[in-house]
């Protein structure tokens, strides 16, 4: 999978230095009224891109930040059902060893055992 990634990012930005090197003719852009930037076509795609791509990585973190958030209560709830079944299987330990042990019976020792 890391091939992959890598070739798409190699082909990306092999277009884009391709693309800049044939755009190289300064064009305007117009942020608000009385706020003109001049710079070369390739430029200001690079930058479009870079802030695209920061905030699809923004907004990527945002999602995963709400996913642990959802799960959280349902992790705190295992949490709890875990420490619940460890605090019965330390008891049942000690009830086992309260309890006097059981004679063996002559079939045990002769190594016969039945089962119904």
Partial sequence: ?????????????????????ENTTPSVIHVVKGVDFEAPLSVELIVAAGIG?????VFSVWVHLQSIAEKKPEIEQRELRIQQLEEDVERYKVELEQLPMLPQSNDA???EAYVS
């Fill in 53 to 57: 791509a920061t905030l699809a990585w």
């Fill in 109 to 111: 020792e002769q190594g």
């Fill in 1 to 21: 999978m890391k091939q992959v990634n890598f070739v798409v990012i190699f082909v990306i930005c092999l277009a884009l230095v391709l693309f800049g090197i």
